[in-house]
């Protein structure tokens, strides 16, 4: 049996014995599994595989454990994966990960679990809580320059995409632009790879390669290489909200459906009139040959939220340099907008996010079935329920507990309005056509049915 | 009406908007009275005087408000003294020490209120708060090198004396060491001032010059102008488990009477049975002439506590190379000791503290004369009733609250054992002969009288 | 016509009048016109293509001058290729990289040019002159954790082989080693990008990618993207013993003629009685597919330079890891032999050097027809011979001079040993069919023929 | 016989074989003698006492020693001054210092010695040397912000005296200036040490505290304990260049004969027509009680060089937060000028300095009696003379040199004008009054007299 002790760094090495003492009361809670499966993620960085069994199958043996010394506490690995380690060490970006999963799941999971039980959180506190977990993972520190551009996309993305989503990120890079995504391969690999050159060329040292995950999805998407910040949001909503906030600038690459539930967050806040004067620069782009994707994406957003929502991003295809210089110049906006509103340039207090948006959407055979698919309401009401929809479809496809649900009792039922249920159900089809379900080599299995209501 | 906004340094550069309209609450309350002066005081920060009465005369129409921006807080300052500003702008160490004031008094004074009021804390949660204040203060970052030594004696010290701290401190910074003591002039200030020539000398950059205050006498020692680091502890009792869990040594300059509290509370704990182990070096020293009083100090503990007490430190006369000397050899046994212990470079988590030191006493007429002061009780006890009675007499000496009580009610009255009274008495008495309980030029008029019990 | 200008960076920022005064005098030198070359080079940073005519062609009208300013000396450039702008502002490291030409070609160049013509430079002036201009170019500052590896190999690899160059670098920058090669694409730039994400996993922050060039070569090898330092030394010969001293360690990937050259130049002065205590790691290395082109290369070591030389170097096939460990091991020998010896770190003073390897050596028909090749003198004359023979070639192959010659009066004629020869005609033609000589695509025209002598 | 042997630092850390060689062959050489006195000085480093004979006295079979390494040079002390180790360990500042000596004297020393004797140098290359001996001292560096002030003053000053010029240091600390100066005690150690107070209140890391000394001088000025950066020039004209040409104002405390002879020296230069639109701040300054003082220097510069003159520097009687103000706002007017000259900000190439100031005068009874003393001259002439004059009394008071010919044929003879002569002979009567002339406790014994002419 093998086994590693490692000191704690960041936060994590400066805890008081109470502290400490509550950390290791978490060893025997529901949500020292999730760590357990975190830390085999994060020791798992850098492997290509989404499906989390396959990742997990070897390591029935792993474990982990909290260590208490007088002095704080340290990590102890059971039998970890030998990628992880150089020659007996381990990488050092690795180590700093797995302190990071403890701080963000077990550290600010104590802190929280409390509150939360008792009286679930409104809007503000959730807020705090985002703004709270991002200050504790040093993440707010070096925003303040304005150039945090979040990049979505999908994981499972062509070779042709793969290399543009480097492009657009060397073009940023060249900026001086740091780059903040989901954590896993593909379009959340790519930017952070191309910016890493960028920088270089430009001889900037402060290049930040944010990676923001949650326990659900960080088996299937574990950090890549380049991350050198690791933050873990409790659930796909705060973890939205971590993006949207700490952003000043965001691109959309092509991608699945999880890029399409982003999307659909994202311009429901946009359209918030308490957000209208906010400029807040969104592109969505792709090399040549992804015209038709975006069309097609452009052409859903029309037929379901509508021309105001159409305003708030601008389509680029295949020009990494115009992306980037596009971005740049909303970002001069952008801090023109913070100044005059006195607002952080570390964190945006001042975008409103209905709280519809920030409470935990847990998708069940229920819950799924219960949302209101219909246009017969208002946009913003809509934009809510598409995208828990499409958060549901994410779930069943590559979160554990998703799976577990579908493999129980099939795929999730959705239900609605006959036009509206045809469009979705063809933008799912072309995602699954493209092969942009899964990583390529996998068969996709659809975790949803879809029927019109009358 | 002058007018000056401060932007927020340090850990108050990051609040969440919960925190900062906690923040904004407490501006009607009790602590903001305590916060107004506090800031007067560090504004005053250099002068000589320890008087508050005196310091705060001339700025009866200042005024501190707290700003809310969307980004955080700020502080203002309302006809501020001119001395802390260069041509217009406020002094960067002064820009820092209010907002050291702003975090210690309000921030983490709103923390640890309502835990306070509903449950007192008991003994490990009083370290835990003691430790979450030096945490905050950002003063264990830097504290892992076993080189912070703790320095205590009279703010109000002879000329020959003030050069000798001064030379004690010189061959402390030839050593690397760094000091943290009280934050006002006198004893206080010439370590610093010596060290940051040593320092200078060996190029040593990153000299730490810690002063750990408290509200009640921060006006009558404001943190002198070496100071870079300043934390302000709620009470006596949480300001003297900071320095000595903080200490990598002490060292006891000639004082008064809170000299021989600090004394008497590290002597109690260290005679702990449960600290025989832990090697903590502490050295009484002062130049030659000093001989006497150490003596007297000497005679009175070996009288009262006995010689175990006695052993727990060691009298250097007018060798400042050897007191330095010495101090580095006892640091090599700490070092030892706490890595066989696991326990941390940065705070002395094993160091066990009884809880009678820890629980706040409130000097009153009544608590003061209630003290047990005879020798009919186990030295541990009667180590805890003299610091209590020492403290006393601080605070009828310097601290509003006691000058207060003092003023309408007349001097305290201890009672005790005719013996140890005579002692106690003696003592006294040559502190104010010497001139060690005010500074010189002004009459000191005791705050106390002694009467010997049957 | 687009003017930029550029104020100087690193030690041309700190010029005496005299020494801008002497800088301003080269502009009519034959110097000037290398000085124009090279710069246009360092702007195409990045262009992948080795065929300087076709490189330069489209820049006719490109220009530098020198401005003199009373602060010292700024760079203009007219018509600079856009390629090296962003939004208009010169990329920072192609600005650095011109400052560097600038610092090695004029005022290196002038520093030394009178005493050259004078008396030519004796070896120990020739490494002095060598160490001097590495120390000018900041190069030995960060060079004391004896982690510099430099990487041989061809600038036309192919694919395969390029990957795993980059899966060498990759775990030398796991193990926090950083690369030194002779700046251009392949085997030269593969190393650097490898090692860069490495060191991004380590959270290594001086990660150093110093290519070192020569003003013949870098028309056709401009700096690769990851160079972060840029050092040209004049000749072939001062490159090459820049390569050895700074280095801690060698590893050689497949290349061509070039390539050859170096491994020659490497085991001549290995072979060296006075360096036989010194432990220097050589590593040839290559994917699996490789074997066939190391075997090669050893038998025509085996068959000239025997069975000495072949103990000077370890091939390792399709193992990147066992690379890196097997030079961090040697690399602890290389310290226990430099502490021994009391030799610096950063430079390789102790390593002889023969004079016959550091005399330039000027490719002419005259010359390489003149070059004794044949066994029948001692080993060391031989691989001087030899080393002379592959750098003609790659002159022939890439060098404007060399191509000049050859264009003019048709290919160098080789003569020798019946044997030797064949053994050359066989190692040649091999690279040859490998396509090693130039970039792909390009149809390679022999630039030598040989004969059998008698 | 003790021995320690030190590491190199700084540029002599990076020196090539035959650097070293050069230094080895210095060893026999009459350059060597006074690099082993300035050793020592350097070694006394904080010591008050500005007779050498005395300082040197026991310290008789103190040597240093080169010793070659192959990677370099280490310095060995043999029986060096206990003051200058702390437990056995040399002081970092002074280990600094004497790699500065062996820089400053031998290896720039050996690089200007040939140039030197073959043929003396001219004005412009003077100035190149000045300027390259800053460059490599690493004094040019951190000289760009503009805020570098020289202050000139007497090493044997009253106290109240050394007080005034601590605040006006303290004043210009609080300012984030940085203070250059001879080396010694008194007017030369107080502006730094308040420097350094204001600094640390500011919370300056950069601080700079230049001493710029000679070989002849450093004996009896040896570099005080706040000095970090050390320069030593060859002779007091090469040392007077650098002050001026690295300073970015003046400022004039009391002083005795060498701080008139620097005032001339500058009045010279700032009255060359070529200087006339140069704005550089110069301010003469002390404490209540020095009027007369600059009183009787005005009336002598307005009875020998004129209004013009006068003109070149203002007057300010204690008070030291007007002098910094004043500085402060000088230096804007430098800056402007700087710019628009587009003159470096580190050295100030566009200051026109005579080659009459430039060329070394050694001062001996012939050349000191030659002296041209009388008005009828053009006053650039005279100030030239002048100068001289007062360089020649300290040479005769404190350079050994110049004592060992005083010994030998009594003091030297002035001869000139009757009133130029009587104003003279007033000006050093007031000096020797005020004790001004040498350290308080010895007594001072003119090294001339004056004598009327025709």
Redesign the interface.
């Known amino acids: 049996m093998k086994k590693v002790q490692l000191n704690p760094v960041g936060w994590m090495s400066?805890l008081?014995?109470?502290?400490v003492a509550k950390l290791e009361d978490t060893t025997n809670s529901a949500l020292y599994d999730m760590f357990r499966n975190c830390c085999l993620a994060v020791l798992n960085s850098g492997v290509d595989e989404d499906n989390y069994e396959i990742l997990f199958a070897p390591y029935d043996d792993f474990d982990v454990k909290l260590v208490r010394?007088?002095?704080?506490v340290k990590i102890e690995l059971i039998n970890p994966p030998e990628v992880a380690f150089?020659?007996g060490k381990l990488?050092?970006?690795?180590h700093?990960h797995l302190f990071a999963v403890l701080r963000d799941l077990l550290y600010m999971g104590n802190k929280y679990a409390f509150v939360h039980k008792s009286a679930p959180l409104d809007g503000?506190?959730i807020?705090?809580m985002v703004?709270?977990m991002l200050?504790h993972a040093q993440a707010?520190?070096g925003n303040d320059n304005l150039n945090t551009i979040v990049c979505w996309g999908g994981h499972s993305i062509k070779q042709h995409e793969y290399k543009y989503t480097k492009e657009v990120g060397y073009q940023m890079g060249?900026?001086k632009l740091n780059i903040c995504t989901g954590c896993g391969p593909g379009a959340m690999k790519g930017p952070m790879k191309g910016a890493?050159?960028g920088h270089?060329?430009?001889?900037?040292?402060e290049g930040r390669y944010i990676g923001i995950s949650e326990p659900s999805i960080i088996a299937a998407e574990p950090p890549n290489?380049?991350v050198?910040e690791l933050v873990i949001m409790p659930d796909i909503e705060k973890r939205l909200e971590a993006f949207v906030r700490i952003a000043h600038g965001i691109i959309i690459f092509p991608g699945g459906v999880g890029t399409a539930e982003e999307l659909l967050y994202l311009l429901g806040i946009l359209m918030n009139e308490k957000n209208a004067q906010q400029p807040f620069p969104v592109i969505l782009t792709g090399p040549a040959g992804s015209e038709a994707y975006f069309a097609a994406i452009d052409d859903f957003v029309a037929a379901t939220l509508g021309k105001k929502a159409q305003s708030k991003y601008q389509i680029i295809i295949d020009n990494p340099t115009e992306v980037a210089?596009s971005m740049?110049a909303g970002l001069d906006k952008v801090e023109e907008y913070?100044r005059a509103?006195?607002?952080?340039?570390?964190y945006n207090?001042?975008l409103k996010i209905d709280e519809a948006f920030q409470h935990p959407f847990v998708p069940t055979h229920e819950s799924m079935g219960a949302l209101a698919l219909h246009r017969d309401q208002p946009v913003a009401d809509l934009a809510v329920v598409l995208r828990k929809a499409f958060s549901g479809i994410v779930a069943g496809n590559v979160k554990a507990e998703g799976i577990r649900q579908i493999k129980q009792h099939g795929p999730f039922k959705l239900t609605g309005e006959a036009e509206l249920m045809e469009r979705i159900d063809n933008m799912l089809q072309s995602f699954v056509a493209q092969q942009r379900m899964k990583l390529p080599g996998s068969e996709y299995e659809p975790c949803y049915t879809i029927r019109q209501g009358d």
Chains 1, 2, 3, 4 share one sequence.
């Open positions: 400066q008081s014995q109470v502290e010394r007088e002095r704080g150089v020659d990488v050092r970006g690795v700093e503000i506190n807020s705090d703004f709270d200050r707010l520190e060249l900026r890493a050159i270089a060329k430009q001889r900037y040292k290489a380049i050198n210089r740049r913070r509103m006195g607002d952080a340039f570390s207090w001042s």
